[in-house]
Structures are given as C-alpha cells and as structure tokens.
C-alpha cells in the first residue's frame, strides 16, 4: 500500500527550515528518501531501517518512528539547490537476505520549491 | 565507478507494437528494480531481479516482463503497447547488502501514439 506523503507542496525562502513527513498504513522495515529535480533521475539521499534511527548528512536529516509507522525529513536551513520533488519509498517486514523478494513502494512526492 | 546506465534515453512507439529497454546496473551490483513513472500514478514498481531470477513484481498485466543476465545487466520488455503505457520507465541498481539502496539510472522516455 502506498505511503502517504504530506505536504503535497512547499515553499520555503532560502534559509527556512522544512518538515516532509511520509506515513504508512502497515508495519515498515525500512524507510527511503530521494530527491528528484525536473527531468532527472531520483537521488537516493538516506534509509533508515526498522528502530527508531535517526540519519542525517549536512543539513538534511530523517527519523523513522517504527510505532507509528512513520518518518520524517528535515531540512534546515534551506538552499535553493534543495527545490525538487522528495519521496519516501518503505518496505514491510523484509530482511535484505540475498535470496529474498524485495519491494519499495513509493509515496506521491513533496515538490519542494526553495526561492531567494 | 560509472552509475546506472539505460538505452535507449527515448523512444516512440505505435500503440500494439513492443518494445525492449536495456539497464546497466552499477559495477557490482546484482538487484535491478524497474519503475514506471507518470504524472498521475508516481512511480509505481514494476518488478525486481536478483541474479538473474526475478524476485518480486509489481501489479502490471503480463504484458510487462523482464529479464536479467548473468552480468547483472537487465532488460524490460513490453508487448502490446497502449497509450497508457506511455511513461517515464527507470531501473534502480542495488547491492541488496548491507542495505538496500537504490541508484536509478536516468531513464527512458517511452511515448505511445
């Protein structure tokens, strides 16, 4: 079933901090973010997987409430190279065994539009 | 190391004809993941290989298959092509461990008149 990305669209002006949150109706294993500008591939940025771990790299960071079935992305501090849509992708209750199926299901994207 | 390639970047094709997609995954990596991607349904999963055998498939007729070679390379093929089928189609490259993330190649661009 697909997560649930909210909110749909955001603008920020340079320097503003920014919330995307992806909410899912089953119990998750791990959780994916990626960034997509206009006419390009998606840019994997971070995954946290099953336990409650926070991640981050310069300003961008998630954490991942596996009670709840959510995570969230943080974006602090925003610079314009930020603008694009984000989606969250989450797998149910699957180990990465090298024999196993393996599925992301994706949510329908935050377009995030940072402005100077 | 060189990133996930596809070929052909475009293409046009007549409603009923077929089509094959080619993916290079990243050096070392044996899971490919295809997805479609469209304005109105987002990027939907179609279905994942994994040396060589295909380990899960999204909801898509069957007019939608895949296949991979012992190189890891993978190839998408689709028969009957509606207009529907017009779409964004990317792979994703994985190493599967010691987690699971994907690298998408650029995609290809698929237009059905």
């Known amino acids: 079933q697909q997560p649930v990305q909210s909110p749909q669209a955001v603008i920020l002006r340079e320097g503003e901090d920014a919330v995307i949150n992806c909410s899912s109706s089953?119990?998750?294993?791990?959780v994916h973010w990626y960034r997509q500008k206009h006419g390009e591939a998606p840019v994997f940025l971070m995954i946290l997987l099953k336990g409650g771990e926070q991640k981050g790299h310069e300003k961008i960071s998630a954490s991942f409430n596996e009670k709840k079935q959510q995570s969230s992305l943080y974006l602090t501090a925003s610079q314009l190279s930020y603008s694009g849509t984000y989606f969250c992708g989450t797998s149910e209750g699957q180990t990465y065994s090298g024999a196993g199926s393996y599925q992301l299901t994706f949510g329908k994207g935050t377009k995030l539009s940072v402005i100077p | 190391k060189a990133g996930v390639t596809q070929t052909p970047r475009y293409l046009i094709k007549t409603r009923g004809q077929q089509v094959t997609l080619s993916c290079s995954p990243i050096s070392g990596h044996r899971s490919v993941s295809w997805y479609q991607q469209t304005p109105g349904q987002g990027l939907q999963f179609l279905f994942e290989?994994?040396?060589?055998?295909?380990?899960n498939k999204g909801n898509f007729p069957g007019r939608f298959s895949g296949r991979q070679f012992s190189n890891s390379r993978s190839e998408m093929n689709v028969s009957t092509l509606e207009l529907g089928d017009s779409a964004l189609y990317l792979c994703?490259?994985?190493?599967?461990?010691?987690?699971?993330?994907?690298?998408f190649g650029p995609g290809t661009r698929l237009t059905v008149t």
């Open positions: 994703a490259s994985s190493s599967r461990t010691p987690s699971y993330e994907q690298y």
């Open positions: 089953k119990a998750l294993y791990s």
């Open positions: 290989y994994f040396s060589e055998t295909q380990r």
